[in-house]
């Protein structure tokens, strides 16, 4: 779209939830539109207040502004990432997209794997920060503005989060005003001129969104679960229906046989762009193609856990920090020596008493972090070294996450690590890309900036206390939802990989992963692999999350190498 002086030119991807107010301020200062879009507003917000503009967005976008006068670029992407923006440098100019593969259409010379990566992606799941494995391609980060002329590039924060300062208020004082935000929030991300629905798993965070809709909105919402036949720990659908019975939401739901998510995988990994080991994605999926059937936009409840602590995980590493204050790690690692050749249940023993010999920042992964020891006993002598360097980018990155939060509390530590990494690079990414992949446009209103700001300034046992997880959010929707959604442990779509891995899709993970192609890479032992692979399927020990992370790296390379 083109501005009415023919100055400035935009390509926008995402959403501005605010738009109809900025309009009204516009009009004020003389602003005449010519269309009902939001589109529209931002070009207009830009060329009143230029970069600026972005402290006034509640909105999840990714674009681009084309000033022909100055022959300059202005780029952004959202203060959480909910859509992405990559972008790569070239001798001519810069190419932007919201996908990779629009870039590898169009660039100059072959295309080049950043083998430098492979590491990070084998320790986290994904690759953080602004570098990708497609060499050259890069990420603007959440909550950075890009500027580009006359060949140069300069990036640029506009927002950051911090965490604390909100000691002085009690829990219920805090639940009120999450309660109002979130509220205020939701009715914003409503504002659609198409159908809509909810992704209602049944767990507290979505079941929250469909709690919270005005009085009326949530009679015959459509709302949508997916499951696995394999019992009743990959299946929620029972409590899915126990809220949308609560509520009267016109509810559907699909069930993925073992076949449909083997049949996906190639889709999957063309769509995903980079290799992000998220087997959810693939239930989602199927999730956003049921939704299409009837809505174009849905609403879920995605960045609640990275807000109000919702993991396991965070208790088990402040019960790690606690004890490392009394003792220290000394002991924790000589314990671990002692415990390196435990298999089955003291494995996971020892992965902890590892795990509690490290400070923090040389612990601390997030949620989806393998074990060094595992991944390391995969690689070949060769790659070992090419691993042991690994790209200073990515290493510099997250040591500065853990330096920029060096004062703060153990546990705003963890949620600041997952807002910046697992959030971003794993969940909204897999989120963007399966909704979109299904024409369905996907709104998660958890990460309104203002709502995701007071809760990091919200003292940390508002969080988490004890067992309890997510305490402000519980004490929020103990009389709206039913009891025992409140109560119940987190699932969140949940996969069945070791099952499947044990049975239907063995034979295709070691087809993959021994073959020729594979091995010739050079990364990982030819036999490191097959013991990894007839250890879980003779139940000598559960590999099925290496198992995967393997062959979505394998499966990348023939897609896009």
């Known amino acids: 779209m083109a501005s009415s002086s023919g100055r400035f030119w935009i390509v926008f991807n995402g959403e501005i939830y605010n738009y109809l107010e900025l309009r009204q301020d516009l009009r004020a200062l003389g602003c005449l539109f010519r269309s009902g879009t939001d589109t529209e507003v931002l070009l207009y917000s830009y060329e009143r207040w230029g970069p600026a503009c972005l402290e006034r967005f509640v909105g999840m976008y990714a674009f681009a502004i084309w000033d022909r006068d100055r022959r300059e670029l202005f780029a952004a992407r959202d203060r959480l990432g909910i859509k992405p923006f990559y972008y790569k440098e070239t001798s001519h100019g810069i190419l932007f997209a919201s996908e990779i593969k629009s870039i590898l ?3 100059e010379g072959p295309h080049e794997v950043d083998v430098s990566l492979v590491d990070a992606y084998m320790e986290f799941g994904y690759v953080p920060g602004e570098e990708t494995l497609h060499k050259g391609v890069k ?5 950075h503005a890009l500027y580009w002329r006359s060949n140069r ?17 009690s829990i219920t004082a805090s639940a009120d005003r999450v309660e109002g935000l979130l509220e205020r929030s939701i009715d914003l991300h409503l504002r659609s001129d198409v159908p809509l629905g909810v992704f209602l798993s049944g767990g507290l965070d979505s079941s929250t969104v469909v709690g919270l809709l005005s009085t009326g909105v949530s009679i015959g919402l459509k709302t949508f679960s997916v499951a696995y036949d394999f019992g009743p720990e990959f299946d929620e659908t029972p409590y899915a229906r126990e809220v949308a019975a609560a509520f009267s939401t016109d509810h559907r739901e699909i069930r ?6 083997l049949e996906f995988v190639p889709s999957y990994i063309w769509h995903m762009d980079e290799p992000v080991t998220e087997a959810a994605a693939i239930s989602l999926h199927y999730l956003a193609r ?12 995605e960045g609640s856990d990275e807000l109000f602590a919702g993991y396991d995980f965070y208790r088990y590493n402040l019960a790690i920090e606690q004890i490392r204050g009394l003792v220290g790690g000394k002991m924790f690692r000589g314990l671990a020596r002692m415990a390196s050749k435990a298999k089955g249940r003291l494995a996971k023993l020892r992965k902890y008493l590892e795990l509690a010999g490290r400070r923090m920042e040389d612990r601390y992964r997030g949620i989806s972090s393998y074990e060094r020891g595992k991944k390391d006993a995969l690689y070949t002598k060769e790659f070992a070294v090419c691993a042991a360097a690994g790209n200073l980018n990515c290493k510099a990155f997250v040591a500065g996450l853990f330096d920029h939060s060096k004062d703060w509390d153990p546990l705003s530590r963890m949620l600041y690590f997952d807002t910046k990494t697992w959030l971003v690079d794993d969940l909204l990414i897999k989120a963007d890309r399966m909704s979109m992949a299904n024409s369905i446009e996907l709104r998660v209103p958890f990460l309104d ?4 700001e007071y809760a990091a300034a919200m003292p940390s046992v508002y969080k988490l206390r004890g067992k309890e997880t997510k305490r402000v959010l519980k004490h929020i929707m103990r009389m709206r939802l ?10 969140g779509f949940p996969t069945p990989l070791e099952i499947m891995f044990r049975g239907e899709l063995f034979d295709y993970a070691v087809e993959t992963l021994l073959s020729r192609q594979s091995v010739e890479r050079g990364y990982f032992h ?11 399927r003779h139940l000598r020990a559960s590999n099925h999350r290496e198992i995967w992370q393997l062959l979505v790296l394998e499966e990348w390379h023939r897609r896009f190498r």
Not at 139 to 143: A, F, M, N, S, V
Not at 153 to 169: A, I, P
Not at 526 to 536: F, G, Q, T, Y
Request: glycine content about 8%; charged content about 30%; aromatic content about 6%.
């Open 482 to 491: 039913p009891s025992r959604i409140v109560r119940r442990r987190k699932m």
């Open 256 to 261: 993925v046989t073992p076949n449909q998510f």
């Open 153 to 169: 590039t300069r990036v640029v924060s506009y927002w950051e989060l911090r965490f604390g300062g909100q000691g002085d208020t």
């Open 139 to 143: 990420r603007l980060l959440p909550g």
């Open 526 to 536: 030819r036999r490191a692999v097959e013991r990894m692979l007839m250890d879980h």
């Open 449 to 452: 900036h203002r709502l995701v």
């Open 290 to 301: 049921l939704a299409r059937e009837e809505v174009v936009v849905c609403l879920s409840g």
């Open 105 to 107: 259409s169009v660039q």
